[in-house]
């Protein structure tokens, strides 16, 4: 330790000694709390089974997302004895360590370096922030040279330009300058029409390190060779976070094409995640998100028109083959057809989640149910793509653990809870809640106990 | 002169002892007075710094059940006084932002006017610095973490730590020149 550093150390020992235990206004610790969803096994048998549901789990999502694909018609008493006898010992405080995304979002240094210092690429190409940071200089292999100008901060920070190389495919390479120390902003550099262009941020996704205006933090790493951003969700403490994954506008496909400058950089969301606070490892959700009871719902089967809330209405229609939904808002039909049915029920009550509305239609098969729920995007009525590694609807994993979907608050939430045997009488051993896209038609899952 | 803290200790409990709802007022009883300690090192006034812990006890009380032992805890409480200065220090910004100065009350000259000259200007000088600045270094050379339990405190990268830390020094040499002239 160097002088100026032993000095700085005395002065913090000398202020944190100030404050003594008799100096401390009197307090107790805080009540705990326990969540009223998830118990503990009670033997190690179940928390093994818990195990293999959570590894099933990621089974289904491989194989296919089709629940009725999935499910066995097998005893679900013989599955259970026969799956708990070859299962080996588990500690029984696994049930705390599904993640769901374990080492998904991890985090690659970007290799920030300081003005001045050059960074090279594989391919021999080299990009410099000037030493005074205003100017960033992208020279090729051939000697070229591009120049764009940059902001420097009002703090006399210096700009750093990102050492880890950046491919966004045929939008070719990127070049990330760093703005500031606090609360850095990002520019990210693409080489488009002979300039060097700086991208703009589109989709309302904050880029680099801060807080919104809502007072979310925001954070943007790398991620192998992925660049993420994820936006805190709830409550601070939970952390909770919408993790996105940013693409950048390419010149176009196809060579007759001239080369756009539009440069953007686009995000895609790849869902809600719980991460830990530095590096992007994935944690257990708490459970902030109290579960609310499963609605009870009618159904309509085909030929029976149901009117919903907002004045919609909707049918199945026979087509001969297999059945189409149509829906009917303000007198214009909308109609798709519903793959692989044969026997399907429209939900009397629509589900209304966060901004989407959308219609879900189920199907019977046994003890299973598959569940498909269709949105209205873009004027067009779509069939929700299920993403992630959930299982979607009522039925059994590969390993014959049952999963079940419901939902609830009046069709402000749909649940899927993943049980850690075939019978399902027990704590589930995950509960996910489904958030639903409408623009993008897709339903994704968020782990919430 | 040591740098280590109550905070950096081991805790000396197998890493697979699971907490207890009893485990908590034991780390209340440890660890509060070092907790607040470095909060009053962050936002440097004992009532917000109160605030902020009683803030991080009660947060890890709601997910007590989450954690797989005291270490962990550790590690969760010193984020939350980390994050939950950082949030008291935007406040009182916008608080400047918005009320007339005479309505604010500087944080805690009285508490240091009965220290030492030199450590009164190195403890100004550390006022001048980013937020994150300032935690990196009270994290380091108070609480005598590793790069890698200030990156997890911090939520920020290991190479992050070091170039803020390097900055951070230059910057505090610069201001006690300044200030010695």
């Known amino acids: ?449 | 002169m040591t740098t280590t803290s109550p905070l950096s200790g081991n805790p000396g409990v197998s890493d697979r002892e699971r907490l207890a709802a009893g485990d908590l007022a034991e780390l209340y009883a440890a660890h509060r007075l070092s907790l607040v300690r470095l909060a009053i090192l962050l936002v440097d006034d004992q009532a917000s710094a109160e605030d902020v812990v009683q803030d991080a006890f009660a947060h890890l009380a709601g997910r007590l059940h989450q954690l797989r032992d005291r270490h962990a805890a550790l590690g969760y409480l010193r984020t939350s006084v980390v994050n939950g200065s950082r949030s008291a220090l935007r406040r009182r910004r916008t608080a400047r932002g918005y009320v007339p100065p005479r309505d604010v009350e500087p944080p805690g000259p009285d508490d240091r006017a009965v220290l030492a000259e030199e450590h009164r200007e190195v403890l100004a000088a550390l006022d001048t610095l980013a937020p994150r600045q300032r935690e990196v270094l009270v994290l380091r050379y108070w609480s005598g973490l590793s790069e890698a339990e200030i990156a997890e405190a911090c939520g920020i990268s290991r190479g992050s730590v070091k170039s803020t830390a390097s900055r951070a020094l230059d910057v505090l040499e610069t201001t006690l020149k300044e200030q010695s002239r």
């Not at chain 1, 708990?84 to 993640?99: C, G, K, L, R, Y």
């Not at chain 1, 400058?261 to 719980?274: A, H, I, N, Q, R």
């Not at chain 1, 009117?307 to 059945?323: H, I, K, M, Q």
């Not at chain 1, 003890?367 to 299920?386: E, N």
């Open chain 1, 1 to 449: 330790m160097n002088a100026l550093e032993t000095r700085l150390a005395e002065a913090l020992h000398a202020r944190a000694d100030q404050l003594d235990t008799p100096d401390l206004t009197p307090g107790t610790p805080p009540a705990v709390v326990t969540p009223l969803h998830r118990r503990r096994p009670v033997v190690a048998g179940v928390a093994a089974l818990a195990l293999v549901a959570a590894a099933a789990v990621v089974a289904v999502a491989v194989s296919g997302s089709d629940p009725v694909g999935s499910t066995r018609q097998q005893d679900p008493g013989i599955a259970t004895q026969s799956t708990s006898a070859v299962a080996p010992p588990v500690d029984p405080s696994v049930d705390d360590e599904i993640t769901g995304a374990d080492g998904r979002f991890e985090e690659t240094d970007l290799g920030y370096v300081d003005p001045g210092t050059p960074v090279t690429t594989s391919d021999g190409w080299t990009g410099v922030v000037s030493t005074d940071s205003t100017t960033l200089t992208v020279t090729s292999d051939q000697g070229e040279t591009w120049t764009a100008d940059l902001e420097v901060a009002q703090d006399g920070s210096p700009n750093r330009l990102a050492g880890a190389q950046l491919d966004f495919g045929q939008a070719g390479a990127g070049w990330l300058v760093r703005y500031g120390d606090e609360y850095a902003e990002l520019t990210l550099f693409n080489l488009r029409s002979d300039r060097l262009v700086a991208a703009t941020v589109t989709g309302g996704v904050p880029f680099g390190d801060g807080f919104t205006e809502g007072d979310a933090g925001y954070r943007t790493w790398l991620n192998g060779t992925i660049l993420r951003t994820r936006v805190a969700v709830g409550a601070p403490d939970e952390q909770r976070y919408d993790v996105y994954h940013w693409e950048l506008t390419g010149p176009g496909e196809g060579g007759e094409q001239p080369d756009s400058d539009v440069v953007d950089l686009v995000p895609v969301k790849d869902g809600t995640f719980c991460l830990d606070g530095a590096a992007g490892t994935a944690i257990r959700c708490a459970p902030g998100t109290v579960l609310q009871p499963e609605d009870e719902v009618g159904a309509a089967e085909a030929g029976t028109p149901t009117t919903f809330a907002d004045g919609s209405v909707g049918d199945l229609v026979p087509t001969g083959g297999g059945f189409d939904l149509q829906i009917t808002v303000d007198g214009v039909p909308l109609r798709t057809s519903i793959p692989r049915v044969s026997q399907p029920a429209l939900d009397t009550r629509m589900l209304r989640i966060g901004d989407a509305l959308g219609y879900l239609v189920r199907e019977e098969s046994g003890d299973s149910t598959a569940f498909k729920v269709f949105v209205i995007s873009g004027g067009d009525l779509v069939l929700a793509t299920v993403t992630g590694d959930v299982p979607f609807g009522n039925g059994y994993t590969e390993e014959s653990a049952r999963f079940r979907t419901y939902p609830a608050g009046g069709g402000t939430a749909l649940y899927t809870e993943v049980f850690g045997d075939a019978i399902g009488d027990g704590p589930p051993v995950a509960v996910y809640s489904w958030d639903l896209d409408a623009p993008q038609a897709e339903l994704r899952p968020v782990l919430v106990g």
